[in-house]
C-alpha cells in the first residue's frame, strides 16, 4: 500500500457521509424551479441564487500515464438586473509548452418562462464553439461566454469538463459566493502517488465530509515497468444553505474569506522511483521555482546582458548604486500592466521592446544590481487581488509577482520594484503590499516583510482669515513623506497634477489659485503641496453669529463602520502619521463665543487628539491622527467601531464666533 495523502482542515467539519440528493437535472426544468416569486420573497435583497455547484475531480489512468478530469456543472437564478453579471461565464485553464488543460464538453442553457400550454419556457443553448480565449499572463487563459436572453427570472446552468496534465494545480472549490448558495459539493479521487496538502478557507461550515480508502485495480507504470496494484481515497464535502459573504469596508480581498478548500502538490511517489518533490520543503519550492525557464535561466541570461551596463561603474556606497539600477531600469523598460512571477520573453527581447511583465523587470534589476557587486535577490510574492498566502506550507500555485531585494552597506534591506512610474528604495506600490514574500535564491530562504514601510506621513498647514460675511481666504502646505510621498508620486503622472486640486475643491468648495508641487523622486525628501485658496460663504450665519465646524473641512462625518458584527479583519492599505495645523485669524470685528473642549480618543494602535486653543490672532486648531496598525482582527472589531464612533462625535462641534 503506497502512502496516504497528507489531510490538513483548518475548517470546521462532521466526519460523517450522508448521502444528498442533487439540487437540479441538468437539461431539465420545472414550474418550481421557474417560480422567480418564491426566491424574490425569500430573498428579498439578493441580486441571485445558485441553486447548485456541484464538481468531481478524479485521475483517470489513460495510455500510459494519468490525467486529472474535473467536471463541474452549476445552476443560477437570476432575481434582478444586479445578477445580470451572472450570465458571463469565465472559465480558467493552463497552457504551457510542457503542460496543458483542455476544456471540453461544454454545454449552457438559459430558460425563460413564457407561457405556452406546450411548455412553460424558451431554451437557448449554447455550445463551447461560441466561447472565446483571454491570455492572462503565467500561462493562464480563460475560456469566456456571454450567455444570450439572460434577464431577471432566467435560469442558467452550464457545465463542462476541463482534462489536465498539470497535476501540481489540482482544482480548489469555494464552497461560498458573492450571493446565496444552496447547495455545494465537491468530490475529489485521489490515487496514493498523489500527496497534496489540503488546506479549508474562510469562516463557514461544511455540512459533510466523508473520506474512504479504495482498491483501484492494477495498472501499468511505464516509469518503473511494473505492473501494480494501488489505492485511491475519495473525499467527499458539501455545504447547504451557505450565506452570502458581503464586501464591507476596509478589505484587503474578499476572497480571502470565502469559504473553500486550497490543494497545493507536495509530491508525487511512483512506485520503485525517487519521490518527484514539489512542494515538500520550502528548499523543493526554491529549486523548482529557480529551474524554470521563466526564471533562473532568464536570470542567467539577464546577468550577461547587465555586464554591459554595469561595467566601469563605481559609486561611493551601495546605497547610490542601487539608487542608479533601480532607475536604469525603469528608464528602459516600461510595465505592460502584467503581473506575473515568470518571465515570458527572453531579455534581450524584453530590452529591445522596452516593455515587459512585473518578473521581466524586476528579474532584471537583480542581475545588475548582483553585477554592481550588491547583495540582491528576488523575492515572489501573491498580489493583493490575488490573495493571501498560506505563510506555513511551502507553495508554488500561489506566487503571481516579483520584486527585489537589494541590501546597503550596513546591511539594511530595500525593497525595490522597478514597474512603477518613479521608484524609490525601500517602497513597493500598494498592490505588492500583501502580508509576506520569499526569495528565491540558492543561498537564501527566508520570510520578506513587505509592510515594513507602510508608513503614509502627512503634515498638513492651513493659514485662514475669515470675516463677517463668513468668507474663507488663505494658503495651505501639505508635505506627505515615507510611503506618503511614494503614493502620491505614483499618482501623479504629467497630466494627473490638477487632479490633486480638483479632489480638495470638490471635497471643500475652495477656489484654488497659485498652485504648486514640489517633488524630486531621486530622494527621501517630503513631496510639498501649495496654493493658495478661498471658500464664500464657508461659514453659516444665524443673527449676529458665525457657526463653523470645528475641524473646518478635516472634519469626519460619517463612521465607515456600520455593521454590528464582522467576520473576517479590517485590513487598511497603510499606517498613518498625520498632524493638521489650522491658524484661523479672525477679522476686527469677530470675536469668539464658543469654542469645543480638546478631545483625544485612543484604542489599541490607533489615536485621535484634537487641541483648541484662543490667541491673539484668533484660533489656532491642531489634530493628531495615528494609525500605528494595519490589520484589526474581528474579535476587536466591536472597539474598533467604538473609536471610530467617538472620534466622529468629537468632530462634529461647531466653532461659534460673534458679530460686533
Given amino acids: 500500500m503506497l502512502t496516504k495523502v497528507t489531510l490538513t482542515l483548518l475548517l470546521f467539519f462532521i466526519p460523517l457521509y450522508i448521502a444528498a440528493n442533487e439540487p437540479f437535472n441538468f ?72 503542460n496543458k488543460e483542455l476544456i471540453r464538453r461544454f454545454r449552457a442553457h438559459v430558460y425563460n418562462k413564457n407561457g405556452s400550454l406546450f411548455r412553460n419556457y424558451e431554451r437557448n443553448r449554447v455550445n463551447q464553439r461560441e466561447g472565446y480565449v483571454v491570455d492572462k499572463g503565467d500561462n493562464w487563459k480563460e475560456l469566456r461566454f456571454a450567455l444570450p436572453g439572460v434577464k431577471p427570472g432566467s435560469i442558467i446552468e452550464y457545465r463542462y469538463e476541463i482534462v489536465s496534465d498539470h497535476f501540481i494545480n489540482m482544482r480548489s472549490w469555494s464552497f461560498q459566493n458573492y450571493v446565496p448558495v ?69 478589505t484587503d480581498n474578499i476572497r480571502n474569506y470565502l469559504t473553500g478548500l486550497h490543494f497545493e502538490l507536495q509530491h508525487i ?13 520550502w528548499p523543493d519550492v526554491n ?54 512571477f515568470l518571465a515570458s520573453k527572453i531579455p534581450g527581447d524584453v530590452l529591445n521592446q522596452g516593455s515587459g511583465n512585473s518578473a521581466e523587470i524586476n528579474l532584471m534589476l537583480v542581475a545588475l544590481l548582483k553585477n554592481l557587486g550588491i547583495d540582491a535577490y528576488p523575492v515572489v510574492l501573491s498580489t493583493v487581488d490575488n490573495g493571501a498566502l498560506f505563510i506555513d506550507i511551502p507553495t508554488i500555485t500561489h506566487w503571481n509577482y516579483v520584486i527585489a531585494m537589494a541590501k546597503d552597506q550596513d546591511e539594511n534591506e530595500f525593497l525595490l520594484d522597478a514597474t512603477v512610474p518613479k521608484p524609490i528604495p525601500g517602497y513597493i506600490p500598494q498592490r505588492a503590499i500583501n502580508e509576506s514574500g520569499r526569495i528565491v535564491d540558492e543561498s537564501v530562504n527566508k520570510w520578506v516583510d513587505l509592510e515594513k514601510n507602510i508608513l503614509f506621513d502627512e503634515k498638513k498647514q492651513y493659514d485662514i482669515k475669515i470675516n463677517k460675511q463668513g468668507d474663507l481666504t488663505g494658503t495651505l502646505e501639505f508635505a506627505y513623506n515615507d510611503f506618503g510621498k511614494y503614493s502620491l508620486i505614483q499618482s501623479l503622472k504629467d497630466s494627473d497634477e490638477e487632479e490633486f486640486w480638483k479632489r480638495f ?29 478661498e471658500i464664500p460663504s464657508y461659514a453659516q450665519k444665524i443673527g449676529n453669529e458665525l457657526l463653523i465646524p470645528a475641524l473646518l473641512f478635516e472634519t469626519t462625518e460619517e463612521n465607515p463602520f456600520k455593521e454590528e458584527e464582522r467576520l473576517f479583519p479590517v485590513v487598511y492599505n497603510n499606517k498613518i502619521n498625520s498632524q493638521t495645523s489650522i491658524n484661523l485669524e479672525l477679522e476686527d ?48 472589531y466591536k472597539e474598533l467601531k467604538s473609536y471610530y464612533q467617538k472620534k466622529t462625535d468629537n468632530n462634529l462641534d461647531n466653532i461659534i464666533l460673534g458679530i460686533e
Fill in 269 to 281: 511517489n511512483y512506485p520503485e522511483a525517487d519521490p518527484i518533490h514539489y512542494t515538500t520543503t
Fill in 505 to 533: 475643491s470638490e471635497r471643500t468648495g475652495a477656489l484654488i489659485s497659485n498652485s504648486s508641487i514640489e517633488w524630486d523622486a531621486e530622494n527621501y525628501e517630503p513631496i510639498i503641496f501649495k496654493a493658495d485658496f
Fill in 27 to 98: 437539461g431539465r426544468v420545472s414550474n418550481k424551479d421557474l417560480d422567480l416569486e418564491y426566491y424574490k420573497e425569500k430573498y428579498p435583497d439578493e441580486p441571485a441564487i445558485i441553486i447548485g455547484d456541484i464538481a468531481n475531480g478524479e485521475f483517470v489512468f489513460d495510455s500510459g500515464s494519468f490525467q486529472y478530469v474535473f467536471q463541474r456543472k452549476m445552476r443560477i437564478i437570476i432575481l434582478n438586473d444586479a445578477g445580470l453579471d451572472f450570465g458571463d461565464i469565465i472559465i480558467p485553464f493552463y497552457e504551457s509548452v510542457t
Fill in 287 to 340: 529549486k523548482r521555482i529557480a529551474g524554470y525557464f521563466g526564471f533562473g535561466d532568464y536570470l542567467n541570461e539577464a546577468s550577461i546582458i547587465m555586464e554591459k551596463y554595469s561595467e566601469d561603474m563605481s559609486f561611493e556606497s551601495n546605497n547610490e548604486a542601487i539608487w542608479w539600477a533601480l532607475n536604469t531600469i525603469n528608464d528602459k523598460i516600461t510595465w505592460n500592466e502584467e503581473k506575473s
Fill in 182 to 250: 444552496l447547495y455545494s459539493e465537491y468530490k475529489v479521487d485521489l490515487p496514493a502517488f498523489y500527496v497534496y496538502m489540503m488546506r479549508g478557507r474562510g469562516v463557514g461550515n461544511i455540512d459533510i465530509e466523508s473520506h474512504q480508502e479504495e482498491s483501484y485495480g492494477r495498472i501499468f507504470l511505464p516509469q518503473s515497468n511494473a505492473t501494480i496494484t494501488y489505492n485511491t481515497t475519495k473525499y467527499r464535502w458539501v455545504a447547504k444553505d451557505i450565506p452570502p459573504l458581503k464586501p464591507e469596508p476596509y
Fill in 589 to 636: 470685528n469677530l470675536k469668539v463665543n464658543y469654542l469645543p473642549e480638546n478631545k483625544s480618543v485612543r484604542f489599541s494602535k490607533f489615536f485621535n487628539k484634537i487641541r483648541f486653543e484662543e490667541n491673539d490672532n484668533g484660533i489656532r486648531i491642531d489634530i493628531e491622527n495615528k494609525r500605528n496598525s494595519r490589520i484589526v482582527y474581528a474579535e476587536d
